[in-house]
């Protein structure tokens, strides 16, 4: 027998506290488990409270109408049976459990995707919109935002400082595809003008010659099919360097000799108006087939115009087209881009007066091409014989 | 030969002692819920000792045992430390589940107790599949699936059993019948009346005993755990017994009345019918009961105490931890 | 040496490989011993392992699974089959209740190494019953893990794969893969398996857009981006492989160089695995290199219908994907 207490208990998952409404028993009665010895009400709701234990009421603590909280003592019973936990102490301190090692990391990474072989711009959603609606090259804004990435505020500012696009100049251009100037940043036109007169010092040591040729298309014209005149000149260019590798080289001054380069790779000089000219590289394209060539032309063209360059667009060339023909040149003599040893001009391409043998005219679809020659690398007669060979491969077709 | 005998004087203190543990588990759980020590629900087994401790203790060791929600006796019956078993409810790192299971998910499957289940019959078809291995292995073991009256009405009953039944396997199915699912009564749900009588649609033995009476679980308990391991395949044994609690901690017990629960305890009580049954046999003398009795309350609050003690349930990776 | 296989032939060597070399494998499932399977997936396996190993059971796909639960506990491997991935419903309680929660319910102290092997997919005017792919329901469930091999090789390697793994699989075949043939190459043992869940396979490399697909839509994919390359538009293909865990790093370090996503599944759009991949993409900081909205092209939202110009418009074909590749190039 020992005297123990009659808490309130949780009648419901959510009750915090129960009004007393009335005692069913009184002081000295004998009750048994579970027999109800009050009505309480909580949560708006009446219930009964019951005996947890069989004995006799001692005493009752609490009146009717009062308020009582979880587990506050309301009665006490001089119970038959013992408390079973007398003595146990339940505040003994909890051990403290095992240190907890570090979170796992989360899903959101805060490097960026490592192979950049894309070469996207990393810009959130919104700064990619403004940035396209306001014709601004991503390459050019200083990304500000925490995981590297270009901002709205970022293109914005990018915007305000840009000043009013420059006048165009002659530049070289490509498959005479029109462009309408995009109005672009005074400091990306100027880094772009500085790079080119870094190349112009150096090219302006090199003792170089060009060798001019007409070439006649109209049969290249009919047998190419739907290949470009772009990529039917750059499979030209890098096949007649197979068949010519002496010009295929650079001059090194130290060991005072030719060495060969790496590959045939063609280098692309692409007009980007306000901007500068942009030299990208193609893979060696006489190894593919013409499709598979023009792809890859059109592909490197939209990169650069559309400023998603990859590294290895500006890998190193043996050799560079350059063509004004589509602002009408007719011809015009390209300075080389060192380290390579030659480089091809070409103009317009349209119809000119052609004497054909037999004493009489003909309007024929010709080209004006010149090839400047590093003549360290090689004479005249190399660069001839490479024309030579040019000549023929796209007068063919291809 | 049986863990336990309960008619055996040598055994029968440790049967009743058994009976006690969990009888004051549960009374110990009620009264640390009344404290607000206690974190959730619990399903108590007061009044249901009989079953527990008359299927377990005549099994041997090794035989294995699945369990439901209201499973403590069970799971203590069949060798289940106090200590884990509180620990895991008062979320302790030192819990059967480390703090991540509860009440009603107790486990200790390497020890042979598969698993209390929190889905109603949700442990049938596992004890099934269990039994297929002792099968296709030849252990010579044996699982008893627990459930209650209210399960037999789940389709998982009857495929289990059904399966059971096709494939021999070496399954003993007790239904705890305590006569109330949660409010639901059994003459109201359970078409046919009775669930032992349902055995005999599947071609096995279906047994009724009175679950209050241990030595009598215990007698038939040994007889179809001896079928089941001869290989002659599952059986059900249908125990009548009564749950003087409600049915969780929010049951305001508006489905029966004060009188019927006041009749079970008083007359019924599986206890005292048994510590009668000792005195009036000879089994056991008062100074031997009174020793099972005060064995069994040392075991609780010592359990109580160093589990109160133990550190907090913790985890690292809480996300990993749901895989291998 | 790899010789050309079908994908059912696969999954039934896998089976023969597994029954061989480890006791502990046992099969269960409807009309799984002399009938070979509804699919003949195991064909040939009763008679040469016997019925104690290759079991033929009632219909109780609730059984079957638990079953499998039950003995995955005690020591066993499992391999249960349902006969078409729609019955697996029946088995949720299994499956998604006992299979999926008893490791982490008892304290990381079980292990549950079964795998429930299924059949899913439309395609073969079955009807709206016999057609469902529910992989993104039991993606959803925490403890289970799902693969979905589209290869004939993977429908090898992931299933060796799913049974070396010690937690619930649900390896989801396709009904129409069954029959597609492949290069395959039978493995000599278990652990040979070069296959891991949660791995997903670029089959095509590509610079313009990425294609992410598991299952019969990863077939789909690779049609596609055949002739959206005679078009000029290389796509990169992603085959998923396992829908749980999903290799959400691979699909991200693609689009991070293409910029551009398009999602491809048979199961219905709304909350599906494809809905989990674009919102793993966006809280990355691949977000920042997208160049488009991403697109998903999956299986409308109705039940399988019977008529098959309906099915078919229910279900991606070739053609939709490539439109729908075109128009993602445009956005």
Redesign the interface.
Known sequence: MSAREVRLPALSATMEEATLLAWNVTVGETVRQGQPIAEVSTDKVDMDLEAPYDGTIVELLVEQGATVTLGQTLATIEAEEDDMFVGLDFAAETQAPSPLPEAAPSTYDPVPPTDTRGGIVAASPPARKMARQLGIDLTEVTPTGARGQVTPIDVKSHHERAGTPPLQTQQPAVESRPESPAPVSEAKRLAVRRATVDVMNRTALVPQFTLWRTLVLDRAAQRRGDMGWTTLLVRALAASLHEHPELNAHWDDEQRTAIPHDGHSVGLAVDRPGIGLVVATLPDPSLLDPGEAGRAVRGLVDRVRNGKIRPEDMAQASITLSNLGGLGVDRFNALLFPPQAAILSIGSIRHRPIATGDGALKAMLTAEVGLTVDHRVADGADGARYLETFSSYVESGG | MTRRDPRSPEQAGRVLESMWTIR?FE??L??L?????LHG?MHLSIGQEAVAEGVCGALTDGD?ITSTHRGHGHTLAHGADPEPMLAELLMK?T???????GSM?I????NGN??A???VA?????????????Q??STGRI?VCFFGDGAANE??FH??I??AA??QLPVLFVCENNQYGMSMSQDRSTAGGSVSARACAYGIPGVEVDGNDVVAVHERTAELVERARRGDGPSILEAITYR?RGHS??D?NLYRT?TE??EW?SSKDPLARYEGWLRESGTLDENEIERARAAA?EA??TA??KA??????????L?????? | MPELSTYASAVNSALRLLLGEDERVFLAGEDIGVYGGAFGVTDGLVAEFGEDRVRDTPISEDAIAGLAVGAAITGLRPIVEMQFSDFIVNAMDAIVNQAAKLHFMYGGRVEVPMVVRAPGGGGTGAGAQHSQSLEAWFAHVPGLKVVTPATVQDAHDLLLASVLDPNPVIHLEHKLLYKTEGDFEARRRIGETPARIGEAAVLREGSDLTIAAYSIMTLRALEAADALADEGIEAEVIDMRTVKPLDLDTVRASVGRTGRLLISHEAPTAVGVGAEIAAGVVESNTIDYLLAPIRRLCGKDVPMPYARDLERTVIPQVEDVVDAARELMKA
């Not at chain 2, 819920?33 to 020590?37: I, K, T, W």
């Not at chain 2, 996300?319 to 291998?324: D, H, P, Q, T, V």
């Open positions: 004051r009374e110990g009620e009264e819920f009344s404290r607000g020590l629900t294995m790192d819990g059967y589940c480390r703090g991540r299971g998910h486990a200790d499957v390497a598969l698993g289940n929190g889905i949700g442990s049938m078809t596992i004890a099934a599949g269990a039994g297929l291995t002792q296709m292995a699982v389709g998982s495929e289990a059904n399966l096709v494939w003087y901690k929010s305001r004060q629960i006041e305890r309350k609780i609050r109580v105490q109160f003690s133990a550190p907090d349930a913790s985890i690292t990776d996300e990993g931890a749901a895989y291998a």
